[in-house]
């Protein structure tokens, strides 16, 4: 494989090749540095390159060498969000105000570590994770649209062909919109599934540590590495670490899918709705059983989400509020921070009364169905700087249509997957949403592999020019 190929490969092509000897990490992850330096000066998806990682390849080449290979992470260049501490990069979560959070590793760095991934740097986000944008970083699709936020520079970096996987969070979708909006695919997990110490909080019980990477099966790899119990994430649950990897190329006829027609499919661009039923009936044709229902009050969950996110991130602000410090924030992100003070406790409890009337609705229709298959976002990418979006006859907030379809399953903790289901008219992609009940994540991975293999939306890379 010829070095200017390498980049375009992911993990499941490029860890076997590493295992055999065949292909060097040092060889890739030079490669994957001349890509950067080439391209990210126009896509802006890293914040800073690690210190050390072309010592960290060598170590990795002469492990393997000496047999101590340790999986398919082994040797791999990863980026993780900038609010994931790492003890070799400074995080700063976004921001350019004064911060000073510890030099050392989350616990998800650390577990990527000890899964042998090499990371490669640190990717830019919205500030301290608000926003469905991530300024400076553009979409490698169309360079004057958004990637989405706020893990927008993991997506558009795995895009871009600098990295094959990477780490983001995701309170109401920050996870899933990029991946939706960059052509990739990206997993928000079950609340408590993956530990999530070490991250900088934006709202503790919604916050999600999840995975954004160029295929299905490097999300799988990227998940599994990631499990263990965290003890000090109280969020936390121990349980026992799955094999997501029997889930790749498993039988899915036996799968029931669910439709929620109304909420998910309303308020839709023609081209998102086409690609997604276009998809629907490729799943259908895998031996899936389709049924359609509707959950009642669904449009009440973004006051919802919106109460508790703003609660749980002044509540952290509020040392920084009270010394004046905020006024360094971006604009936009010093409003929200400081609005939720002005939720009362009435207001809370209300919103997570909804949540539970949520949870145990769906817990009730997942007792009957498998998955539940959505568009990730309503729209494809929107230009830089737009605020608001016109949606058919209709024109609503970017934020608001970015995370509209996402935030349900943040509410209820339920995990979500999104993955590439075709382009639009002006080739920008479209993200299929596949949820599931709690701690069932193997369902996504075995139907999302399924989808992908029938319709070969697969480590999709945009084209840059230089």
């Known amino acids: 494989m010829s070095d200017n190929l390498l980049w375009s490969q992911p993990i499941e092509t490029l860890a076997p090749k590493i295992q055999k000897g065949i292909l060097s990490p040092v060889q890739l992850i030079d490669c994957l540095l001349d890509r950067i330096e080439k391209y990210d000066g126009l896509i802006k998806s890293f914040v800073t390159i690690g210190p050390d990682i072309r010592k960290q390849a060598i170590d990795a080449e002469k492990q393997i060498k000496e047999g101590r290979y340790k999986g398919p992470l082994h040797g791999v260049p990863i980026a993780v969000k900038d609010n994931y501490l790492t003890s070799d990069m400074q995080t700063k979560a976004g921001t350019s105000s004064e911060v000073n959070f510890p030099s050392e590793d989350s616990f998800c760095v650390a577990k990527l570590r000890e899964a042998g991934a090499i990371i490669i ?138 439709i929620c027609r109304n909420h998910f499919f309303e308020g839709l661009e023609t081209d998102v709705e086409k690609n997604v039923e276009a998809a629907i009936d490729d799943i259908s044709k895998l031996g899936c059983e389709i049924v359609e229902f509707e959950v009642p009050n669904l449009e009440f969950g973004l006051g919802a989400i919106f109460a508790i996110e703003l609660a749980s991130s002044s509540a952290w602000h509020d040392p920084r509020i009270k010394k004046g410090l905020t006024s360094g924030y971006q604009k936009d992100v010093q409003t929200l921070v400081e609005i939720g003070q002005f939720i009362t406790a009435i207001d809370y409890l209300k919103a997570e009364q909804f949540r539970r009337v949520l949870i145990t609705e769906f817990t009730k229709i997942f007792n009957d169905i498998n998955i539940i298959i959505s568009p990730t976002l309503p729209l494809t990418a929107w230009r830089i700087g737009e605020h608001m979006v016109q949606i058919g006859e209709s024109r609503e907030s970017a934020l608001a249509a970015s995370w509209r379809l996402t935030y349900p399953w943040n509410l209820t903790g339920f995990p979500a997957l999104s993955i590439p289901c075709g382009y639009d008219k002006k080739g920008l992609p479209v993200g299929l949403q596949l949820a599931a009940a709690p701690f069932k994540e193997a369902d996504l991975f075995r139907l999302a592999f399924a989808y992908e293999e029938k319709a070969g939306w697969k480590a999709l890379r945009a084209t840059l020019k230089s």
């Open 121 to 258: 740097g640190k990717t830019n986000m919205k500030e301290f994770a608000w926003g469905g944008d991530t300024p400076p970083t553009r979409n490698p699709w169309n360079t004057d649209c958004v990637p989405g936020g706020s893990s927008g520079g993991s997506g558009a970096a795995i895009a871009a062909g600098f990295v094959s996987a990477a780490l983001g969070s995701d309170t109401g979708g920050s996870i899933r919109m990029p991946a939706g909006l960059c052509g990739t695919v990206g997993l928000k997990p079950t609340y408590g599934l993956i530990g999530r110490s070490g991250i900088v909080p934006h709202s503790w019980s919604l916050d999600h540590a999840g995975p954004l990477a160029a295929t299905v099966a490097d999300t799988v790899f990227v998940t599994e590495a990631l499990q263990g119990y965290d003890e000090n994430d109280p969020g936390n649950v121990n349980i026992k670490p799955q094999n997501f990897s029997e889930a790749l190329g498993a039988d899915v006829k036996n799968l029931k899918i669910g």
